[in-house]
């Protein structure tokens, strides 16, 4: 579903797609994955989009998000809100949903296939408007895994699907000796 010569972009809802490779016990390289798509296509642009809690001590997310910055993946951060709910208990929420989805409409004009790294159902419209501009685009994701991760909508809507187990040889993280 892909073709060498079509200029690529890969947007990671980076919650999501852990969330979806936790469930099928896979831990991504992410050079490898980014090596992996710079062979379908040229790939012209990388990003993993999170949200991080700045007021922890020891924050999990921040060495993955300095290794892929280190390693000429793009990073999108914002900081989480922190807030109370009905029952006084402390909660949070970082969406990246409105910066991924602007970020793909800026760079749109600049690819042929827009690969989306979600399962989220609200990125449905986003698919619809890019494919409207003519753009192909990919939903990765997981079906594989138990529950599915991936919005029956989204995936109906996307050009293409790809269960990222189906990636897992070429992506996998290599176990440490």
């Given at each position: 579903?892909?073709?060498?010569?079509?200029?690529?972009?890969?947007?990671?809802?980076?919650?999501?797609?852990?969330?979806?490779?936790?469930?099928?016990?896979?831990?991504?390289?992410?050079?490898?994955?980014?090596?992996?798509?710079?062979?379908?296509?040229?790939?012209?642009r990388m990003v993993y989009y999170t949200a991080?809690?700045?007021?922890?001590?020891?924050?999990?997310?921040?060495?993955?998000?300095?290794?892929?910055?280190?390693?000429?993946?793009?990073?999108?951060?914002?900081?989480?809100?922190?807030?109370?709910?009905?029952?006084?208990?402390?909660?949070?929420?970082?969406?990246?949903?409105?910066?991924?989805?602007?970020?793909?409409?800026?760079?749109?004009?600049?690819v042929d296939h827009m690969v989306l790294?979600?399962?989220?159902?609200?990125?449905?419209?986003?698919?619809?408007?890019?494919?409207?501009?003519?753009?192909?685009?990919?939903?990765?994701?997981?079906?594989?895994?138990?529950?599915?991760?991936?919005?029956?909508?989204?995936?109906?809507?996307?050009?293409?699907?790809?269960?990222?187990?189906?990636?897992?040889?070429?992506?996998?993280?290599?176990?440490?000796?």
């Amino acid at each position: 579903m892909f073709y060498k010569d079509e200029r690529l972009a890969l947007l990671i809802d980076g919650p999501n797609l852990h969330s979806a490779t936790k469930s099928l016990s896979l831990e991504i390289d992410y050079k490898r994955m980014k090596q992996e798509f710079a062979r379908r296509g040229r790939l012209l642009r990388m990003v993993y989009y999170t949200a991080l809690n700045e007021k922890d001590e020891y924050n999990p997310v921040r060495p993955l998000t300095d290794w892929l910055s280190y390693n000429g993946i793009s990073v999108k951060t914002k900081p989480v809100k922190e807030y109370t709910d009905a029952l006084g208990r402390p909660r949070f929420k970082g969406s990246m949903t409105v910066e991924l989805t602007t970020d793909a409409m800026m760079i749109a004009e600049h690819v042929d296939h827009m690969v989306l790294g979600t399962g989220d159902g609200d990125y449905r419209y986003l698919v619809e408007k890019l494919q409207d501009m003519g753009k192909r685009v990919s939903i990765m994701s997981s079906l594989k895994s138990s529950p599915p991760m991936v919005s029956d909508e989204l995936r109906r809507q996307a050009d293409n699907f790809i269960d990222i187990d189906d990636l897992r040889e070429v992506i996998e993280r290599e176990a440490r000796s």
